[in-house]
């Protein structure tokens, strides 16, 4: 089995190389049956990298120990849950696993009939298999899941403790889902340029793609916070760990692409920048992948330092300077059709709020990459820690909230002063009064927080306005009641209205954050058998937790589990009995503290066991008041629905928009 898997390795990469050369040969002397022959052939690599993970996963299930990679990520204790999960558990696999979905991307695309831009196919199998070829080349070669012991191991190693999780049968895919889709709107737009094509047909064809992308490449971050929250326990979501900001970094370039594609459909302007900032998406997407996997960078997510650091940094660099070189040979083939009229524009908003985008990724990227520029510069490993990302990327964060108000009362190409001001007046006051009565009424007064949250309130008013107005409309004009309104309002445009759910995920997000952020409480206190302990909040009141005692209770096989009994008071009247415990797993000699949690709201109380004496009658415990924290999920959740809505378009809207946004050009043309 382990032949049959190499074997089907070497056969893919073999048709992979195959696919490219005849893919290009097929388009410049412009023969069906040479592109029919490279999209059999890259078809050929899908179905081979299936059978290698298919084989992979037969061997982790049998427990094939003399599989190298068996015996390193699995062994008898673990349950057909992880063995499964195993196949990502660990480098070599996970290169297996992240190969074979791009070339389930590759082959979604050549079963696609794609009608106006068919000519651009070839050329999206070469760059798509041109890809692949390196992803294959590793694993044939320097990371070989199926590389033999000379000998058969009586068990293995297991995985890692910290992916004892079902979050890990589920985050890594889906993150892996949304680097790997990128591959899509970047293969078509370097198609695009190869071509000489002007307009943006490959653009508008792809967008759902790139949404999908964007999409699962969100959810990946948000399932990765709150794994991190259920699983390291040290209270938090985000601790701007290099792997995690690695993920963040592609998200924030690929997030003004989706805002500014928007300009160019309607416009036909922005069309350098737009090709400039997918480039840049997928080259990221590629060097996170190589964050992750050389060890360059310590993380808790990473793996060990291996040979496949330099053979990443090669083929960045051909890939980048290649698209960069094709991107500039082009750059009068990009020409906007139109310029900017004025500032007090929809344009205007859209491009300042793609370069406060472009400005915390920036900041994110220098920050996670300086302790490798401090070293290969001045010799010495300085690593920036979370209130420096904080300090530089709240402040723009809190920006893109507010552009996200006032964008939506812009129109196109110009508006007066004396009508912006007009329409500004309503979700204005309201910010001003939350500004206002915040501090006064409510125990949120530091500045930051309550400006936060005057500008939640302003945008909120606005997406609310835009909600009403389209809604009040047909119910005057087809005396439908007001539920009906809503619903065929939505169905009718799902992309506008569905952004505008996306933006109510992003505000209620925005208040986790800003609430753990600025109103986060946390003790650590030892205390005796009987005793209690008391922690405090303004948002949530006085809980006092009595230590009860310790028991040893049966967990997952090779796991001992001990664990705290809490009786948890609220005010003065009892309310719960947490069970914070630490699984200590035999075979790694490595321990897990797992939180428990009380909620109450949207807020939580959050404890961990630090420690204990041995005769169990005194224990360390560490709690944390997290006010608001599950408005920070409750967004994410409208988020997903909201891109949902937006990317879940009927054939004949997009046919109406692309219609109407070249008449809108049309007109601006003449004009």
Known sequence: MPAIGYTAQVLALILAVYAIVVAVMGARKNRA?????????????????????????????????????????????????????????????????????????????????????????????????????????????????????????????????????????????????????????????????????????????????????????????????????DVLGWGGYWGWDAVENAALIPWLVATPFLHSVIIQENRGMMKRWNVGLIILTFALVIEGTFLTRSGVIGSVHTFAQSAIGPLFLGFIGIMFIASLVLFISRWELLASDNELDSVLSREAIFLLNDLFFIGIAFTVWWGTHFPIISEALLGNKIVVGPPF????????????????????LMPWRHISSKKLLRQLTVPAAVGVAVAILLPLFTMIKMKGAVMTFAFVAFTATVTLMEYWRGINARHRARSENYFTAMVRLVARNRRRYGGYLIHFGVLFATIGIVGM?????????????????????????????????????????????????????????????????????????????IPDIHRQGMSELYVIIAGWEPDGQSASFKAYINPMINWLWFGGLVFVLGTLVAAWSPSTQVARQTKTAKSRRNVVEVS
């Open 33 to 229: 049956d040479l592109v029919l022959s490279a999209k059999n052939a890259s078809l050929g690599v899908t179905i081979l990298l299936t059978v290698a993970v298919l084989v992979m996963e037969y061997l982790l299930l049998t427990q094939h120990y003399q599989t190298e990679y068996v015996a390193q990520v699995t062994n008898r204790d673990a349950t057909t849950f992880f063995r499964v999960a195993a196949l990502w558990g660990s480098q070599n696999g996970s290169l297996l696993f992240f190969a074979w979905l791009m070339s389930l991307f590759t082959g979604a695309v050549l079963l696609n009939k794609w009608g106006a831009v068919k000519t651009l196919i070839p050329y999206v199998m070469a760059v798509m298999n041109f890809v692949l070829v390196f992803f294959i080349g590793l694993i044939v070669t320097v990371a070989n899941p199926f590389a033999q012991l000379s000998f058969f191991p009586a068990d293995g190693n297991g995985l890692n403790p910290m992916l004892y999780h079902w979050g890990m049968v589920i985050h890594p895919p889906i993150l892996y889902i949304g680097f790997v889709a990128f591959i899509v709107p970047y293969a078509f737009a370097m198609a695009a340029l190869f071509t000489n094509q002007r307009g943006d047909l490959w653009m508008r064809t792809t967008r759902r793609w790139t949404l999908v992308a964007w999409l699962f490449l969100s959810m990946g971050l948000l399932l990765g916070g709150r794994w991190a929250y």
């Open 389 to 408: 990302f904080q300090k530089a990327t709240g402040p723009l964060f809190a920006g893109i909230v507010l552009l996200m108000g006032i964008a939506p």
């Open 517 to 593: 952020e600025f109103y986060q409480v946390e003790t650590q206190q030892n205390v005796s058998l009987g005793e209690s302990f008391s922690i405090e909040s303004p948002f949530t009141g006085r809980y006092d937790l009595t230590f009860e005692g310790l028991k040893q209770v049966p967990g997952k096989p090779g796991v001992e589990n001990t664990v705290a009994t809490l009786q948890v008071s609220h005010n003065g009247k009892v309310v719960n009995t947490i069970e914070p415990y630490r699984e200590f797993f035999v075979r790694q000699q490595q321990p897990m503290t």
